[in-house]
């Protein structure tokens, strides 16, 4: 079993930038695909993007495609999320998730969840 511990958010001005970090442990990171989600107040929880447990391959939400990277560092049993060109409508808590097997974009997909990290975009 793994346990996820987000942190990187904070509070950032409207085109700026954040990295976001998922430190893992309690089991094989690089054997797992893993997420980043996000959920503003009131909202559903959705999917922000994911890349598979080799590494090669990602996708990534319309929403943020061109603006955020997802990578990985197997050896640092680290996820990241570089966010750029932020907008206030990317306010909302962030969460990274782990799963066995492919990529996927539900959020019932996801067997384990880290608590989230707040990412605050002002206009």
């Known amino acids: 079993q793994v346990q996820l511990v987000e942190s990187g958010g904070g509070l950032v001005q409207t085109g700026g930038s954040l990295r976001l970090s998922c430190a893992a442990s309690?089991?094989?990171?690089?054997?797992?695909?893993m997420g980043w989600f996000r959920q503003a107040p009131g909202t559903e929880r959705e999917f922000v993007a994911a890349i598979h447990w080799i590494g090669s391959s990602t996708n990534y939400a319309d929403s943020v495609k061109g603006r955020f990277t997802i990578s990985r560092d197997n050896a640092k049993n680290t996820l990241y999320l570089q966010m750029n060109s932020l907008k206030p409508e990317d306010t909302a808590v962030y969460y990274c998730?782990?799963?066995?097997?492919?990529?996927?974009?539900?959020?019932?997909?996801?067997?384990?969840w880290g608590q989230g990290t707040q990412v605050t975009v002002s206009s």
């Open positions: 998730a782990a799963r066995g097997g492919r990529i996927a974009t539900m959020r019932r997909d996801y067997d384990y």
């Open positions: 309690g089991g094989t990171f690089s054997r797992y695909t």
